[in-house]
């Protein structure tokens, strides 16, 4: 995989599980199937959305193996092998190389803070190296280990690491330096300024809602592109308010966006995060926004 094929949507999916929190197969090949015939131009799998902290090592591998079988190369594949440290890292990122993942997506380590930049450099640069595959940096604020700019432009000549998901409003040099790269791709994942990102350059956008709400987010891509301000952003506005009721202002995020699916046919609403089950009202007003914006 090259840096030039991470542009337009790419989705973070979330991850179909059963009620033993194994993974889904047929709620996974459903998604998978869905997603790229309303357009999607690739999947991320085992983000955030897809709740990977909480997936077992033996599934993580399954459902790799499942989503890679299903896409066919139709789309790129970049696979999260996130985990607290090298060693772990390093048996994450073999065994999702061996079930066929094409790229790996790589969080600072979280746990302990990092004392020192460089300590970030060194583990990216070490791990880029000898993966094998490339390598995409995921700035990701719940490691409380956020990535500086300048260590992101310093990996960003790393010939190995091909791109990153992160908020471009956080590191506008880099949105400036390696905006228009043709060997590294900048991917935004903050769901409230998607119009503003593509209006500035981004290659890609990482929308967390996209699994459910892949025709608003392809939609606006393509009209933010375009130039389209005036449409884009009131694409951005409806987003916006699909996310609120299916998050539930952040209370029910994954089992709210499992619900919405399963509404959908496409999965069940098994989670395997600790959120409090959805209530009457938060699941009558996910059915409403399914059917206020024709959903389907």
Known sequence: MKADQLKGVICPMVTPLDERQNIDEAGTRRLVRRLI??????????????????????????LVEIVTDEVKGAVPVLVNVSEQGPRLTERTMRAAIDAGAEAIVLTPPYYYNTRDKRELFNYYASLSRNAGVP???YDAVYTNNLIPTDILLELGAESNIIGVKCNVFNHTPLLRELGASD?????????????????????????????LGIDHCVKLFRAAQAGDTAEARRLQKELLHIQRMVYGGGKHWGN???YALKQLGVCDDHIATTLLPLT?????G???????????
Not at 38 to 50: D, S, Y
Not at 191 to 196: A, K, M, P, Q, R
Not at 286 to 296: A, F, N
């Open 183 to 211: 060997s590294f791709a900048v991917l935004h994942g903050d769901e409230t300024t998607l119009d503003l990102a593509v209006r500035n350059g981004v290659d890609g956008i990482v929308p967390g809602i996209s699994s």
């Open 256 to 258: 709210g966006h499992k």
């Open 280 to 284: 009457e009202d938060g699941k009558a």
């Open 135 to 137: 390598l995409v940096i």
């Open 286 to 296: 996910i059915r409403q926004v399914l059917e206020e914006y024709h959903i389907s």
């Open 37 to 62: 015939a309303k357009g999607v131009n690739g999947l991320f799998i085992l983000g955030t959305m897809g709740e990977f902290p909480m997936i077992v090592g033996e599934e993580k591998k399954r």
